[in-house]
């Protein structure tokens, strides 16, 4: 049985990802990470793929060591059992100064963007064969330091450099491997961004994409194996910008945006 294991599923880009697994028929069945129950029931009455929901919090080690163990009965029962698609969606961001947020709040984004997604990819990755895809969602924001977004953008930065690096590690193995880093997406992520001391950080994130428009564009730059999605061509000038201007010009330049 080849599944694909997808974290976030319950809303925003995770949930489309299914989608895509299930218009696609790229599994037998989807694994839906997420702590939210009646989301995850809801997604499995919407595809025609099966659908287990895992509810787990992945910033609790014990989620991590459930998954392992229904991952190893999963290969007991069929040998053949493959995970052919791995996409860590989940993650979150807060919008605000160091003076804004909680240490609860801070410590939270880091367990979950970057020692809950390295955990996962450990898990599945003895799983995954020739012609499996991994999929690390990172951000625009992970190409130049932004004050007021700090943390977030940082553990971004880890994302992306821990992808780009494993993407190397797994070179002949024939397994594709991918750091989607869009800019402002359509989401719940900027509600949930504003739930802090000072949401109006950043006052109108734009340009926005659709869910959609995210997750057809990296799947096809994963495919074709290369090692990062910006999704835009703003995404893409914001790349190039990183490896050409000094950090403080283009801190500068934020700190107006973030304002308008």
């Known amino acids: 049985m080849r599944i694909a294991l997808i974290t976030g599923a319950s809303s925003g880009l995770g949930r489309e990802y299914a989608r895509w697994v299930d218009a696609h028929k790229a599994a037998d069945e989807i694994w839906a990470v997420a702590r939210r129950l009646p989301r995850l029931e809801e997604l499995a009455h919407e595809l025609s793929t099966p659908v287990r929901p895992l509810t787990l919090d992945l910033t609790s080690t014990e989620a991590m060591d459930t998954l392992e163990r229904d991952l190893k009965e999963a290969q007991e029962k069929d040998p053949a059992f493959e995970i052919a698609l ?13 003076a804004d947020m909680t240490r609860q709040e ?18 599945a990755l003895p799983y995954m064969r020739k012609g499996s895809h991994i999929i690390q969602i990172a951000s625009s ?28 590690e797994l070179m002949g193995k024939g397994i594709y491997v991918t750091a989607v880093c869009p800019l402002w997406v359509k989401t719940e992520f900027i509600k949930v961004a504003r739930e802090t001391k000072n949401g109006k950080t950043v006052n109108h994130p734009f340009p926005q994409l659709s869910a959609t428009h995210v997750v057809r564009w990296s799947m096809f730059v994963n495919r074709i194996n290369y090692p990062i999605a910006t999704c835009c061509i703003s995404g893409f000038i914001m790349r190039i910008a990183d490896k050409i201007l000094p950090a403080p010009i283009v801190m500068w330049a934020w700190e107006g945006l973030r304002r308008i």
């Not at 791995?86 to 160091?98: D, E, H, I, S």
């Not at 932004?146 to 992306?160: D, E, I, T």
């Open 86 to 98: 791995l996409v860590n969606a989940a993650g979150f961001g807060k919008f605000g100064t160091y």
């Open 106 to 123: 801070v410590d939270s984004m880091i367990d979950l963007n970057c020692r809950a997604l390295v955990d996962i990819t450990q898990l």
């Open 141 to 168: 924001a992970s190409f130049q330091p932004l004050p007021g977004l700090n943390v977030y953008a940082a553990s971004k930065v880890f994302v992306r450099s821990y992808t780009r690096a494993l993407r190397y």
